[in-house]
């Protein structure tokens, strides 16, 4: 009786681990197929999905989207090639909003993107005064709206309410017009990009990060607080940096982290915090 691969493989790693006198395991070889099911964690580590399918692809001119389904974790949003959110991750949404921390009603609140709605729509159950939204890119609330519902109800489709309005445009242009009006929130989130990963703080994007947070304290009350997310736990070099910047703003602010394992990023994720120094 001929043998197969797969005991041939056990006899082999049988055979080191006695020599070697150490404990091995057997690896399925990464499989190809046109579907993708692999992404990188925040250490570059290889994640194994159990995706069965894509819903949607396409380019819009800011980024190339799709949706794709996982078995566990239901519909997911991947933008340019990393996973973003997917109907599972409740516990991201409410980690970046300190659910049953902070509290929303009757105050005024700005968010930085949150272009698949999640933010906007657990916000607006904690019965805000007003929530303004300010997101680039048409194409993913479009495709959100349509393909997560679950994590974002009818505020994609809506877009303005009594409470909430969102306005598609660049948010920078709209922090320097609510600076020069002297318009101030309790709290704005920063639901944009992740805290860059690289070897120095240098760059278009780590000015980009620098630029919306001295923006976003202009536009601040006094007793407010800059919300956001990080980047993943086991990238402590990256945080640190991210840090770094926050200590060199002015006026001079403070900062907590929270941390949340976050179901279809398979890692733990960081989220911030600020206040100003002396609140």
């Not at 894509?54 to 001119?61: A, F, W």
């Not at 997560?148 to 969102?166: A, H, M, P, T, Y």
């Not at 920063?190 to 980009?208: K, Q």
């Amino acid at each position: 009786m001929s043998i197969s691969q797969a005991q041939l493989t056990r006899q082999m790693r049988n055979h080191l681990e006695k020599v070697l006198n150490v404990i091995g395991h057997a690896y399925p070889a990464i499989h190809r197929s046109q579907i993708r099911k692999y992404f990188p964690s925040s250490d570059e580590r290889i994640l194994e999905y159990d995706i069965d399918k894509v819903i949607y692809e396409g380019t819009s001119p800011f980024q190339k989207i799709q949706i794709v389904h996982s078995k566990s974790l239901g519909n997911m949003l991947v933008l340019d090639e990393l996973q973003n959110i997917a109907e599972s991750d409740l516990i991201y949404t409410e980690t970046l909003m300190q659910r049953g921390i902070e509290n929303y009603e009757g105050k005024e609140i700005c968010i930085l993107g949150g272009g698949d709605g999640a933010l906007l729509y657990e916000l607006l159950k904690e019965k805000p005064k007003f929530v303004t939204m300010l997101e680039i890119d048409e194409m993913v609330m479009q495709v959100c709206n349509k393909y997560l519902k679950s994590i974002c109800g009818d505020v994609l489709e809506l877009r303005k309410s009594d409470n909430f309005e969102i306005i598609v445009d660049d948010c920078m242009i709209y922090l320097d017009k609510f600076i020069k009006e002297g318009k101030k929130f309790d709290y704005v989130f920063g639901d944009l990009t992740d805290i860059p990963i690289s070897d120095t703080p240098t760059g278009e994007v780590w000015n980009f990060f620098r630029s919306i947070l001295e923006h976003s304290f202009k536009i601040l009350k006094p007793t407010g607080k800059y919300l956001t997310h990080g980047n993943g736990a086991n990238r402590p070099d990256s945080l640190s940096m991210f840090e770094e910047q926050l200590e060199k703003l002015e006026p001079k602010v403070k900062f907590t982290r929270a941390n949340a394992f976050v179901p279809s990023f398979m890692e733990d994720w960081v989220f911030y915090q600020i206040t100003f120094d002396d609140v």
